[in-house]
């Protein structure tokens, strides 16, 4: 730095030199030839380097979004020009530019709270709750850090496809000198509350999120994330469906259980995800969240609580933000189911050059076979499911089972839009390195394995495989099969996507493993190359399959057809769409919306494998227990056959009841039961009692999302309190 005497305590700076180069930050206090400098760009701690390591920034405009220059950058936080606030991105366009990022020169919309960059998870035991928005415990620091800037006034209108005139929120500080996120978020008197509870705690992160979900994206600054611990004692205390922050009001939209690491004791922490959304106050333009949701589908029409729950839930799964894509309604078509039962589906079909112009034209793109979406589209509904690449079509396909919500009643003509949001691309990384081992190239040295499920290995214990050749099997010792000498011993195995048939023409009561080939699989005693195939979870003995495998063209299909098909990757297992039975329903009671299904073409396993007949003609698992059975009670309620004004309020009441939100842990007391009845019983996995639990698990299962309830044997009811 050629002028030192021109630094002062406060000054914008820029690293040139130095392990933090190219970042900018807020000089804090100076020593004769060294300063102390903090910055957002290196998690906000202070650091001391020397004066000659630093550029001061002399021109710097007094906004948050120029600190790498002294370049005025020209955006909407002045008043003293009459140039109109831009208007952030709709959903229409899938480039959301953040406010102040350091990275750039570039400052299109004001700050905002527009994503879940302020994450807050909230500890219920001793009522502290972390907040998105306060600084009450650390704004002076955080003032000083950012270097005690003007950041003027802001204004921003964020549109919402699906409304008319679409969500407007607007900031305009009384004072210049208060920075808008700082005023928009300051505590009250009494300090900031949520849900009745005192906020304490403030969480920053430095970089924008890399997952959006929904109606994240869809509310844009209006939405407002919080999250709760759930406690295995339950001592729940639910926030309140609004509140009150700063003036504007927040209502409940929506919540989501997610996974948040484990707990001490090795158990898995679980936490409630609640979304808010601000739906009036100073600047913002009041609006009805009922008819906004109604806008986008016809959730008033679902006839219970718990389906509408669920159906909102869906919107709450997150995508990488490079993975929401905008589309038209005239992108999609809808036909009819392509396999014999809408309750084994959830799989349509995507032309190959719209998924890999979709991810982005390089060799993942060109590997991909299958994605897992969320779509919303007010002329079309809500869908969920997995879509599979197909050749010949022109439209992304739609089959009934992929539909959850109708069409909105409400939206108008210009309500032509749909969102595509891919949650998961396969292959996996995991099976594309499985995939280059089968084909003879060793993985590199620092790809392992999962763990072997143990649940598997129950299943495989309960089907007549020993100790000794599990053991063998797990540890890997040897590939029994001439392809793999010479190869790194891995175990034959892979959880895969299961899918629809795209080429309509593999034969009735025959599967294609995609990746694999004739001499990597064993040989049944009809002759017939097979794997075993399962899905988790697998409880039920029957829950484990030994099924033949297509290698060769059959009849009816094209060589170059099936020359495609060969070319797949390893990753999916496809089913075949005919006959009257559809066959993802005869493997653990399956489906194909995303349904990860296990297969194994290890030779010695195999024919070790010795497999039950325990399904009805329906394809479900049987219990061979006929005692007279308790209900587990119903927490939902049905909601009127015409539209009930007050549906959102009834679904709200459903998402924070305690005695809802107590059955996700129902679900683990019935698996704990399930498994003393195992290890207790002579019998094993076929004790009549193990069989039970084991049904009244996988019913708790699907009883958030579908509503069924799960029944026990009265002599059973009270291991586990009901």
Known sequence: MKDPEDLQPHSPVKFISGTYRGKSGVVTKLTPKQAYVKSPDIGGKEVRVNQTSLRLIPDLTPTPCSLND???????????????????????????????SLDDDTCTTPPSLHDDTFTTPCSLDDDTFTTPCSLHDDSENLVEAMGGLDFGAVQSTHQLPGSREGFTAQWSPPQADIPPWKLACSPSAKGPSFGGLLLKKTVLRNREPSEKNFLEDWLGPRAMTHEIDLLPTLKLRIPERSYDDNGRRYEFVAAKVHEAGAQIWGGKKKVL??????????????????????????FDTLPSTRKVAARLELLMSPAPIKKIYQRRVADFELIPEPQPSEESGGCGFIPEDLLIELLGGRAPAKRATTVQVRIVAPHLGVYKGILCRKRGIEKIQLPPSMHKVGPSLIAGSEADWACLLITQVHPTTINTQMGKWVSGVDPPKSFTQNR?????????????????LLKEYVAAREVRGEWAKGLRALRCEAWVVGAADPTDAIPEGHIFVTGLKSHHLPVAEDGQHCVFLTRSPCVKPGDGRILPVVTSCPEGMSPAVWTWLEQRPLGEVLFSNAGSRPMPETVAAGDLDGDYYFVCWDNLVVANIQPRELQDAAGHNLVDNQESKVLAKETACTLPSQSDEDWLGKVHGHMTDVEVLKESLMIGKLYKAMERKSASSPLGADGP??????????????RGKHGNSFSLPEHLCVEVGM
């Open 70 to 100: 002294g370049t005025p950058t020209p955006t909407p936080c002045s008043l003293n020009d009459d140039t109109p606030a831009p208007t952030p991105p709709s959903l229409h366009d899938d480039t959301f530019t953040t406010p102040c």
């Open 273 to 298: 995800r609640l979304l808010y959304a601000a739906a009036s106050g100073p600047g913002l333009k009041t609006i009805s969240l009922r008819t906004e949701l109604e806008s986008l589908a016809a």
């Open 689 to 702: 009692d193990y069989l039970a639990f084991a049904d009244a698990y996988l019913q708790s299962i699907d």
């Open 452 to 468: 072997f499920s143990l649940m598997i290995e129950k299943l495989w214990r309960s089907l007549g495989v020993s100790s000794t």
